[in-house]
């Protein structure tokens, strides 16, 4: 059974464009997270998504945007980028209910 | 406060002996507890999940949960250098359908 994909596998942006991350889950898991691991800051919540609905939302600018497809995939946007927001963004996926989330191989985002 | 709290280590510890990291969290309510390891570059990989006050085993990894002292651990046995990694505690906090992170412990494990 494939786990959760995520693709670009590394994505390099110039500030002050935006970025697209996107997001595959396992099969049959509804719920859909995004972290961002900014070196040095551990895991911080970003967006969480369920059954297409955006259901919390971490203290982030709304410049980080997101929505859920009828499939349960996902994509994070990220607008109007700063140097500060490179790191590591990662997408867990878990069944609808449950918080036993399960990591994709992230997307590392560099901002020049 | 901070809401969960690792040691950031690192905790080093000669092969085939007892690993200990420790956690502790703020919210008395907290229901959902995992243990994830993270190799250094990669993603964060679930190896432990706990519920209930306690022990829980499986294979080498223990986790210890005791929800008075707001407190969760993870024993690993006969350690061995592939287990020298970084492990993040995680626990629902306020009661939302979402993990908080520690920043994690990172083990080292000599041979």
């Known amino acids: 059974e494939a786990g959760v994909t995520q693709s670009p596998t590394h994505l390099i942006k110039t500030r002050g464009q935006q970025a697209t991350l996107r997001c595959s889950p396992i099969?049959?898991?509804?719920?859909v997270y995004w972290y961002q691991q900014a070196l040095g800051l551990g895991l911080q919540f970003l967006l969480w998504y369920d059954e297409g609905e955006e259901r919390n939302r971490g203290n982030f600018p709304p410049r980080f945007s997101g929505r859920q497809f009828p499939n349960y995939s996902s994509e994070l946007n990220v607008n109007a980028l700063e140097l500060e927001d490179s790191a590591l963004y990662l997408c867990?996926?878990?069944?609808?209910?449950?918080?036993?989330?399960?990591f994709g191989q992230g997307t590392r985002l560099t901002v020049v | 406060q901070k809401e969960v709290e690792q040691n950031s280590g690192p905790l080093s510890v000669p092969e085939g002996a007892i690993a200990s990291l420790n956690c502790t969290y703020s919210d008395r309510g907290s229901q959902s507890f995992f243990w994830y390891r993270q190799y250094s570059g990669k993603s964060p990989e679930l190896i432990m999940s706990?519920?209930?006050?306690g022990d829980k085993e499986d294979g080498r990894f223990t986790a210890q949960l005791n929800k008075a002292s707001q407190y969760v651990s993870l024993l690993i046995r006969d350690s061995q250098p592939s287990d020298s990694a970084t492990y993040l505690c995680?626990?629902?906090?306020?009661?939302?359908?979402?993990?908080?992170f520690g920043k994690g412990t990172m083990l080292l494990v000599s041979p």
């Open positions: 099969s049959g898991h509804t719920s």
């Open positions: 995680a626990v629902n906090i306020g009661g939302y359908s979402t993990l908080t």
């Open positions: 706990i519920y209930s006050n």
């Open positions: 867990a996926s878990s069944l609808g209910g449950t918080l036993k989330a399960f």
